[in-house]
């Protein structure tokens, strides 16, 4: 059974720009989570998504946003570009809603120049 | 708040020794607690949940309502568990995870 993919695995872009990345959970489930890791802050929570419906949102500002689609893959977009969203974006995956284990990506690296 | 405190960084020990990763965590309500680990080079893994009550690699947890704590504990060090370990807590409702700093262990030979 295929993990849960994460694509690009790199980026480079420039401040003010705008990124997309995509995840691809495991087949059958419905539950899509998004990470942000840094080494100050460590893995913060931006998003679950459950059946294209988000459920769930963490402490990080509009220009981050994120959707899911009818095959429950999902993709997250951050406008607006600053030094400071240089990151390890992880995607997660669950079969449900109710605290399931996750299943984690590889990872995207953004860095911003 | 929610919260996860893991107050190592680092935790060296060596092969044989045992080993104590200490979690404490602030919930009001029922939560329900996790150990994941990330190898080197390899994709978070959970490696225990509490309501399992089962032993993976030989590691341990277990909830301490009153202490609000969920330690790592392994009789027997190894150096193939050397890795960052993160407590992390969910409602039960969600799949929110509040994740920990995270401790690394290193395991010396």
């Known amino acids: 059974k295929a993990g849960v993919t994460q694509t690009p695995r790199y980026l480079i872009k420039t401040r003010g720009q705008q990124v997309t990345l995509s995840c691809s959970p495991i087949?059958?489930?419905?539950?899509v989570s998004w990470y942000q890791q840094t080494p100050g802050q460590g893995l913060q929570f931006l998003f679950e998504?459950?059946?294209?419906?988000?459920?769930n949102k963490g402490n990080f500002p509009g220009r981050f946003s994120g959707r899911q689609f009818s095959n429950s893959r999902s993709e997250m977009n951050v406008s607006t570009l600053e030094l400071g969203d240089s990151a390890l974006y992880l995607c997660?995956?669950?079969?449900?809603?109710?605290?399931?284990?996750?299943?984690f990506g590889q990872g995207t690296r953004l860095t911003v120049v | 708040a929610q919260r996860v405190t893991q107050p190592e960084k680092l935790l060296s020990v060596f092969k044989g020794a045992p080993v104590e990763l200490k979690c404490n965590y602030s919930?009001?309500?029922?939560?329900?607690l996790f150990w994941y680990v990330q190898y080197s080079r390899q994709r978070l893994q959970l490696l225990l949940r509490?309501?399992s009550r089962e032993s993976i690699k030989g590691f341990t947890a277990d909830l301490n309502k009153g202490e609000t704590s969920f330690h790592l504990k392994k009789p027997f060090a190894q150096e193939e568990d050397s890795a960052m370990y993160y407590c992390?807590?969910?409602?039960?409702?969600?799949?929110?995870?509040?994740f920990g700093t995270g401790t690394l262990l290193a395991v010396q030979p």
């Open positions: 997660a995956s669950a079969r449900d809603t109710t605290g399931t284990e996750a299943f």
């Open positions: 087949s059958g489930h419905r539950s």
């Open positions: 998504y459950f059946s294209e419906t988000q459920r």
């Open positions: 919930y009001s309500g029922s939560p329900e």
């Open positions: 509490h309501i």
């Open positions: 992390a807590l969910t409602s039960g409702a969600t799949n929110k995870l509040i």
